[in-house]
């Protein structure tokens, strides 16, 4: 089909208008400097790393056994060395609002917890007794927990614990590292601080 020159040129002149202009985008912003220091946050939490050398259940039970019958055998009567009193904790805690008194009257000892763990208030009592094992290693053995479950505490609950700090010079701090699953390697032991309560 011939079209003549004017009305091609019209023709054109249409389709040219019909067609939008490309827009004109905007110079991208200059990223934003961010330091080293400070990254951002990752999107999803960090799952919990998997200990690298579970320990073996028969290794285990046999520790188990043989502390509990260490326990029963050692002379503590009177219980630890400068253990005896009230006791505040004042280490860290992931627990919101986490308070801790524990009271030790020889081998005997009352434990009250509070806390917000969950954002729901929770307030726990534990008793039960504190056996010598060897150096600053003793057994603690809850015999009751009220309510049951509260803080990951059961009744019947046995587990080593270390006692350091100056609890052997002036006994007025003391840190617990307790191996509630049995994991005597040091770092797999988890650490609270307390200072004594004087009355």
Not at 52 to 61: C, G, I, L, Q, S
Not at 130 to 154: H, Q, S, W
Request: glycine residues 8%; contains cysteine.
């Amino acid at each position: 089909m011939n079209l003549a020159p004017s009305l091609l040129a019209a023709t054109l002149g249409l389709v040219l208008l019909a067609c939008p202009s490309p827009e004109v985008r905007p110079a991208s912003p200059a990223p934003e400097t961010v330091e080293a220091t400070d990254p951002p946050p990752p999107a999803t939490p960090t799952p919990p790393k998997a200990p690298r050398n579970p320990v073996d259940p028969e290794t285990k039970a046999a520790t188990q056994q043989e502390y509990r019958k260490l326990a029963l055998k050692n002379d503590c009567s009177r219980g630890f060395k400068n253990l005896d009193g009230t006791w505040r904790f004042i280490g860290q805690s992931r627990t919101p609002n986490h308070t801790d008194v524990l009271k030790v009257t020889g081998t005997r000892f009352t434990e009250h917890l509070t806390g917000d763990p969950d954002g729901a208030h929770l307030e726990a009592d534990l008793s039960g007794e504190i056996r010598c094992l060897f150096k600053n290693r003793v057994l603690v053995m809850i015999d009751k927990v009220e309510p049951e479950g509260a803080y990951g505490n059961t009744s019947g609950d046995q587990y080593p614990c270390d006692l350091l700090g100056d609890i052997a010079m002036s006994g007025n701090k003391m840190l617990m590292i307790c191996y509630y699953d049995w994991d005597l390697r040091t770092a797999a032991g988890i650490e609270s601080e307390f200072e004594r309560v004087i009355e």
